[in-house]
């Protein structure tokens, strides 16, 4: 029952007063998912109904402009707020009452569905130009509600968040990053809990009342039924939790524990990165990480005219007409292909320069260094998601305007923030999230090697090097439809 946290020195935000009240109530979840539920009600009636220009509707303007912007730094300057309140957990409960369900497939209990649907939703980003079509973009949100209530019903886990959700995906991987996270104050009241409702849930059809045997406290007493919470959605184990990865943040957990001993602990930044142990040493996990950093450059480069060369040459090279195939091709040789051989390369050299052949196995190396690409990863989608928020942040409101019927005053919220300005936002976000992903990849190679430190961390800093230098050179590209110049 190991926690990453010594509850005497860390701050509960459930603690603090207003915001933590309102987390702990029981309707808080409620209300945020409501607010999120009415949104996306709004993006898919302007999506179906309204003016099809990107620029003039509210299902492209939110979403692809100001959500993405907004989810990176909330990410990082609070956690995972956003599967929080998401309003496609809604369906999801109103699955529950339907059926219980079955267990998910075994064989798909891991993070390779999770890569396949990111790679997917990027994939048909770029070839049915989501950014571009409010319609599209409403229709991919009820594809969204309507997968979630449908996984619900059939399977008993959350499987959608846990295994499929590539939103949520996204916000499991870089939440690794916040400063916040849920931990027990007390591992010793855990260990006599008997009904471990922070997993298990304090839900019942009818009332049933139990009494834990506390040492220190005495017998306390439990009770379950109709009003109970459910317990956590994705099976996580308050009191081994060690990573944000895989949680919702939606607090059930802290609602359903009877002995109140479960708290939203503030901890350093990304200090389960600097962990050992705080990831499943798993190569789904790992390959998770690191091909969402690749992905980032991938999506970036989808935006600046060299790509569009690319796909020229070759389209005449090999014949192709479709454009799907040729995006495949692009999307899946830089995002997939050739990031994994090189993540495998530099497991074998690292091993071969550290001397540590023997002693490491590659899932174990490529395990290590895996936390290491979350900064710089984080640091490409923050140059990116912020160079479209920055470039239009206000743009919102005059489509809300004329959603609304009115004139929208675009004179007033339709300008730019200074291009220089976005250009120094985007070349703090990927150098500071470098040397962020050097550190953490300078004490992996130290834990590891030893002695030998320096040069078994080399082939991982070279591809840290490597990540870091292509972005600055894809944001210094003028941005086909969508963008400035970095330095001008």
Known sequence: MSNLYRPANAADVLQWPFIGRFLRWRRGRLVLQGVLLLAAFLLVVDGLTGPQSAARNLATVAPWVHYRGLVVLVLLLAGNLFCMACPFALPRTLGKRFSRGRNFPRVLRNKW????????????????DLWASPWLTAWLIIVYFVASFLLEVAFRESAFCKYVCPLGSFNFVYATSAPTQIAVKDA???????????VN???AGTPVIRLDDISGGGQVEVRHGPQGTPGCGTSLFAPQIRSNLDCTLCLDCVRACPHDNIGLMARRPGRELLQPGAWPQRLDVSLLVILLAAMGLTNAFGMVSPVYALQQSLAEALNLRSELIVLL?????????????????????????????????????????????????????????????????????????????????????????????????????????????LLIAQRAATRMYRRNAVP????????????????VWIFSQPMEMRGSILFS
């Not at 396949?116 to 048909?124: C, I």
């Not at 050299?349 to 190396?365: A, D, V």
């Not at 961390?457 to 972005?471: D, G, H, N, T, V």
Request: charged letters at 10%; aromatic letters at 12%; one cysteine or more.
């Open 113 to 128: 569905l999770a890569i396949a649907s990111l790679f997917t939703l990027f994939l048909l980003y770029e070839w049915l």
């Open 188 to 198: 010793e009241i855990c260990r006599h809990c008997v009904g471990h409702e922070c």
């Open 201 to 203: 849930g304090s839900y």
């Open 329 to 437: 091709l692009v999307f899946g040789v830089t995002s997939l292909l050739v990031p994994a051989l090189l993540i495998l390369l530099a497991a074998q050299l690292g091993r071969l320069l550290g001397g540590s052949r023997r002693k490491h196995n590659l899932r174990s190396t490529v395990a290590a260094f895996a936390p290491a690409f979350v900064p710089v990863g984080l640091g490409v989608w923050i140059a990116h998601y912020t160079f479209h928020l920055l470039i239009a942040p206000f743009s919102f409101i005059p489509v809300l305007q004329e959603f609304l019927g009115q004139d929208g005053d675009w004179a007033r919220f339709g300008t730019s923030l200074d291009e220089t300005l976005i250009g120094l936002v985007q070349l703090v976000a990927i150098a500071g999230g470098l040397v962020w992903s």
């Open 456 to 471: 078994g961390m080399l082939p991982w800093a070279l591809l840290l090097l490597a990540i870091a230098f292509i972005a």
